[in-house]
């Protein structure tokens, strides 16, 4: 008895452990484009036409494949957009962020905020920058903790 239950225990074991080893198709679009272009951005590479045509060449593989795109795909296009003075691109796929990874919604929504306040403090003058930053710092605080 004693046997048996050993036995059928290591099978028990030896199946887990090989069910992890299946190879689970990505439910996400992989292509180097995405990581390019962030590689470029990380790196202060300035082109951002470059960058932001990787991403929409990165998009529209995703969409042939019919794959959704990485977490984070949308927002860093929309940073590329805002880089480029595209501020009603960045906001549309923030937008689109947010509605496609419901879990970004607090943080798109802190970024959509900031953005705000940044717009509001450069029509005011440079004087109200220098608040807006010392409100963004307390808020990313607030927001780490």
């Known amino acids: 008895m004693e046997f048996k239950l050993k036995f059928t225990g290591s099978l028990l074991l030896a199946g887990m452990i090989l069910s992890g080893c299946v190879n689970h198709e990505n439910q996400y679009c992989h292509d180097d484009s995405y990581t390019v272009s962030m590689y470029y ?6 082109d951002f036409l470059e960058q932001q ?3 929409t060449d990165y998009f529209a ?12 795909a949308y927002a860093h296009y929309a940073m590329l957009m805002s880089k480029s003075g595209n501020e009603g691109e960045a906001l549309k796929y923030l937008e689109m962020e947010k509605s496609a990874y419901p879990d970004s919604a607090h ?21 109200k920058k220098t608040s807006v930053q010392t409100d963004d710092s307390r808020q990313i605080k607030e927001y780490r903790q």
């Open 107 to 127: 943080y798109i929504d802190f970024l959509l905020t900031h953005a705000r306040q940044i717009k509001k403090a450069g029509s005011k003058g440079a004087e």
């Open 53 to 55: 045509k990787l991403m």
């Open 61 to 72: 593989k995703a969409e042939e494949s019919g794959k959704k795109v990485a977490p984070g």
């Open 41 to 46: 951005y990380l790196r202060d590479e300035p």
